[in-house]
């Protein structure tokens, strides 16, 4: 008999890749998502695939479900900062209340609960690389704090359920993670920066560009949070590529791959944008016998052939995701 997984967040970009993968690994899935940042189109090819069900919901409202559930991913939230910025009370409530309603189901159904955390959660760090130890430097009342301290505390529920009531859980700290089915308009730096060369539009660095990241292509994070699932190990652990580059190099790079003659334009740097970010992904090796296999490059180029695919009236949706009809909520 088929293991049964719940993923959150199903119709998002790691939550569809993670829908492919546990597929493949012979599990029914049953994806769940309200749509707000995610897209059906990115599990419209499981709709015929009979281990696959989906249902539509919002997961800080209770979540039934009758069929018994054997793991559940909780990927559902916001990721983009300037989503979050346009949606900070969902965003606080889908990491607060959607994880506790999680966990209550995940109690209720004796399931392994891994829950999707994130380098902000090292805030601007004064630690570098970060290592899972450290506490971070997040600014609670800032613009980003919705995003940070729902992560933070979704990290403590987390372990307050593991140790209260014996839950199994996991905690994946994902780093900078990128590939097919970004929304291009979502304002995350790549899908930014490649929509803005396929339209023939200069690309924004904001800041001087000296702020560092680490990008991970999505294949090697989904493999990471595989291992990690499956692994007997509680406390977190960072998953990411430690390859760091500043933003304005990797716009050059962007440049050169995309053969775009649009120069960089410098804009504002946002409110507590993290200055630099590295994993120390040590643990990850020693404990999961993981790495990240894909360099930026091949990476790089992947993505970049998903968004060239893409229809005209995508490209030129560049007006962000009208989110009205949640704003009220
Ligand atoms: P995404 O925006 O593509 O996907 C998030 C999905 O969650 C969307 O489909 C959205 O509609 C859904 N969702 C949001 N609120 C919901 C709610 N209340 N009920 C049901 N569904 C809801 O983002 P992503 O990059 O795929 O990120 C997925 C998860 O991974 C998030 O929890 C994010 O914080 C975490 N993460 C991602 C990255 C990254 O680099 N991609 C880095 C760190 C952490
Ligand atoms: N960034 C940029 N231009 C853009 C979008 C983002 O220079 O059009 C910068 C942003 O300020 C940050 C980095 O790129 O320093 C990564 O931003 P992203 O939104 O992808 O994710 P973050 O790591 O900040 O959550």
Redesign the pocket.
């Known amino acids: 008999m088929s293991k049964t997984v719940l993923i959150?967040?199903?119709?998002?970009?790691?939550?569809s890749h993670l829908c492919d993968r546990f597929l493949k690994e012979g599990f029914k899935v049953i994806g769940?998502?309200?749509?707000?940042?995610?897209d059906e189109k990115n599990i419209a090819h499981l709709k015929n695939n009979s281990k696959f069900s989906f249902i539509k919901?919002?997961?800080?409202e209770f979540i039934k479900i009758e069929t018994d559930i054997h793991y559940i991913l909780h990927?559902?939230?916001?990721?983009?900062p300037i989503?979050y910025l346009k949606i900070p009370i969902?965003t606080l409530?889908?990491g607060s209340l959607?994880t506790h309603n999680l966990l209550g189901l995940a109690k209720a159904k004796k399931a392994r609960l891994l829950i999707?955390?994130?380098?902000?959660i090292y805030g601007d760090p004064l630690v570098h690389p970060q290592t899972e130890d450290y506490y971070g430097n997040v600014n609670t009342i800032g613009p980003r704090g919705v995003y940070d301290e729902a992560?933070r505390f979704q990290e403590s529920i987390t372990m307050a359920y593991h140790r209260f009531h014996g839950l199994e859980t996991r905690i994946v700290r994902?780093?900078?993670?990128?590939g097919p089915r970004?929304?291009l308009n979502?304002g995350r730096v790549i899908p930014a920066f490649m929509g803005q060369a396929l339209r023939g539009e200069d690309l924004t660095v904001f800041g001087d560009g000296s702020q560092t990241r680490s990008f991970c292509y999505v294949d090697d994070q989904i493999e990471g949070i595989y291992r990690l699932l499956m692994s007997d190990y509680a406390f977190p652990v960072n998953i990411g590529n430690p390859h760091e580059i500043s933003i304005s190099d990797f716009a050059e790079e962007i440049i050169k791959l995309t053969g775009t003659t649009q120069k960089v334009i410098y804009k504002d740097l946002p409110v507590n944008d993290p200055l630099q970010r590295q994993p120390d992904i040590s643990l990850a090796r020693k404990l999961l016998d993981w790495e990240p296999k894909v360099n930026r490059a091949e990476g790089m180029k992947i993505t970049f052939d998903y968004f060239k695919n893409l229809s005209e009236e995508e490209l030129y949706r560049s007006d962000h995701k009208d989110f009205s009809s949640y704003n009220n909520k």
């Open positions: 959150t967040g199903a119709a998002g970009f790691l939550g769940m998502d309200n749509f707000i940042t995610g919901h919002d997961v800080t990927f559902a939230s916001p990721a983009s989503d969902q409530k889908v959607g999707a955390s994130t380098s902000e992560k994902i780093f900078n993670t990128y970004m929304r979502d």
